[in-house]
């Protein structure tokens, strides 16, 4: 089993950027693959990113593609995901997921509590 807490939401105008942090408790970190979801208010939760348990594979919506990077640190048991030229439709709570699946799936894994993210235009 594995527990997460995500942090890094805020408020941030449009065009700005943030960087939301996973951090995981377990020794078996670098076992899961894992990803970040996010749940707009009215509705239903989507993908946004995942990475490989190596870090070397990853996996992008296309709304965010180009603008939104994730990566891993093992060594720290953490997933970031950097967010760049946000945009308000990226206005949402945003849920990290941990899975031995890949890509990891709104049906299976593990999961944190979510962190707000508004964009402001």
């Known amino acids: 089993q594995v527990q997460l807490v995500e942090s890094g939401g805020g408020l941030v105008q449009a065009g700005g950027f943030l960087r939301l942090s996973c951090a995981a408790s377990?020794?078996?970190?670098?076992?899961?693959?894992m990803g970040w979801f996010r749940q707009a208010p009215g509705k239903e939760r989507e993908f946004v990113a995942a990475?490989?348990?190596?870090?070397?594979?990853?996996t992008y919506a296309d709304s965010v593609k180009g603008r939104f990077t994730i990566s891993r640190d093992n060594a720290k048991n953490t997933v970031y995901l950097q967010m760049n030229s946000l945009k308000d439709e990226d206005t949402a709570v945003y849920y990290c997921?941990?899975?031995?699946?890949?890509?990891?799936?709104?049906?299976?894994?593990?999961w944190g509590q979510g962190t707000q993210v508004t964009v402001s235009s």
């Open positions: 377990g020794r078996t970190f670098s076992s899961y693959a």
């Open positions: 990475i490989g348990s190596t870090g070397k594979v990853t």
């Open positions: 997921n941990a899975d031995y699946r890949y890509p990891p799936r709104l049906e299976y894994g593990y």
